[in-house]
């Protein structure tokens, strides 16, 4: 079957504009993760779906940032009035159940903020 | 606060060659430790893992055993080919529902 689909896989946006970035996840899985790349770095957690509950949030760095799953599957995440530090690789993952251990990640979305 | 230090890459080797991509953690208790590899243009896949001390996790030819006495779960493969060439990181999760830590990923190329 198919696995974690993201897009747009690449979006260049001026400083300031809003951005929507969004997740398909493997079908049946019940925990969705946001995470951000940054260039030669590992991802960091952002954030942590349990079908449409988000459960942890901790890892938004700022009010700027919102991420929704309103139907338990596909996530939005948005950036409000992005800034050139907001620049990074998302990454979205999901995993059959809350255990976070095993999870599939999609290509992610490369976001360059000029 | 839990976290995962890897060795600094890039590291280029060739074909053939002994691999190790060395990974210590710091985190109390028992975490499950594992590398994930990202291939060029593609999402970060599972390679292998290990639950509990003195676990060898292994898949593809990889191989990590994990050493609680060093908190080290060093990452080898005997012969290395061009296709390996990637991205592993080294990661942990304390429990099966906390959020997974990422080390900062050791680049490796592979060259014929």
């Known amino acids: 079957g198919a696995g974690v689909s993201q897009s747009p896989r690449y979006k260049v946006a001026k400083r300031g504009q809003d951005v929507a970035l969004r997740c398909d996840p493997i079908s049946g899985h019940v925990s969705l993760f946001w995470y951000q790349q940054a260039l030669g770095q590992g991802p960091e957690f952002l954030t942590y779906?349990?079908?449409?509950?988000?459960?942890?949030k901790s890892g938004l760095p700022s009010d700027r940032f919102f991420a929704e799953r309103p139907e338990g599957s596909v996530s939005t995440l948005k950036i409000q009035r992005t800034q050139q530090e907001d620049s990074a690789v998302y990454l979205c993952?999901?995993?059959?159940?809350?255990?976070?251990?095993?999870?599939?990640f999609g290509p992610g979305t490369r976001l360059l903020v000029l | 606060g839990n976290s995962v230090t890897q060795m600094e890459g890039p590291v280029t080797l060739s074909e053939e060659a002994f691999l190790t991509i060395n990974c210590t953690y710091t985190?109390?208790?028992?975490?499950?430790l594992f590398w994930y590899v990202q291939y060029p243009g593609e999402g970060l896949q599972l390679l292998l893992k290990?639950?509990?001390?003195?676990d060898k996790g292994s898949n593809k030819g990889f191989e990590a055993t994990y050493r609680k006495e060093t908190t080290s779960f060093h990452l080898e493969k005997g012969s290395v080919q061009v296709s390996d060439s990637a991205v592993y990181f080294c990661a942990l999760v304390k429990t099966s529902y906390d959020k997974v830590i990422f080390g900062p990923g050791t680049s490796l190329s592979v060259i014929p």
């Open positions: 985190a109390t208790g028992y975490p499950s």
């Open positions: 290990a639950t509990k001390a003195d």
């Open positions: 779906f349990q079908n449409e509950a988000q459960l942890d």
């Open positions: 993952a999901s995993s059959v159940d809350r255990a976070q251990e095993t999870q599939y």
